[in-house]
């Protein structure tokens, strides 16, 4: 392969949008691994996310249709959103088969048969002080288990950092994945969420730490 080649490839970004009980959801894979997850993923939005990922990675984005998995549809693309149409020519192996496992995975999870994601990440969109933070939270709160703000500063031996903590939280851009969701106030308040109070609050009922909705 010649240098040229591999540059191209290195740079590509393979996405696709998936329909789950929180709304659809952008998913997009380098070779090595998920780079981002995207909550509420309508035209608008995934348009504005593509074009952030494309400007952050200085990568091509190129949609893949994922095959429907067991008891959903098909995965969905936006019609306007941007980035390339799909081609296997234009897709590289790697971040294709990092998209297939991450769509496996999440279906997976939102039928509650999953409980750790195996699938690799690409931590490209973090950094610092928040990937420290996000990496702690992902090996010391399994499925089923919240902790508070405090507690995962204190775990990050930064017991003064509850704030910044939170900011961490919300900086997330593989959230499910990487479960923000299941960092909770002291008081046993939700506390914020990028992806919205009620996503929240349906992704810890998902995991048994709240009653399922009733409507």
Known sequence: MSETTASTTARTCAWTVRGTPVGPLLLAATEEGLVHVVFHADDVTADRALARLSGRLG???????????????PGKA???????????????????RVLAA????LDSYFRGELREFTVPLDWTLSGGFHEKVLRALLASVPYGATAGYQDLAVRVGEPGAARAVGMAMGSNPLPVVVPCHRIVESDGGLGGFGGGRETKRTLLALEGLLPEPLF
């Open 59 to 73: 990568a091509r984005t190129v949609r893949v249709d994922e095959p429907a998995g067991p008891g959903r549809g």
């Open 78 to 96: 936006p019609a306007g959103a941007v980035g390339e149409a799909p081609s296997a020519a234009t897709v590289p192996e790697g971040a294709g």
């Open 102 to 105: 991450a769509v496996a995975e």
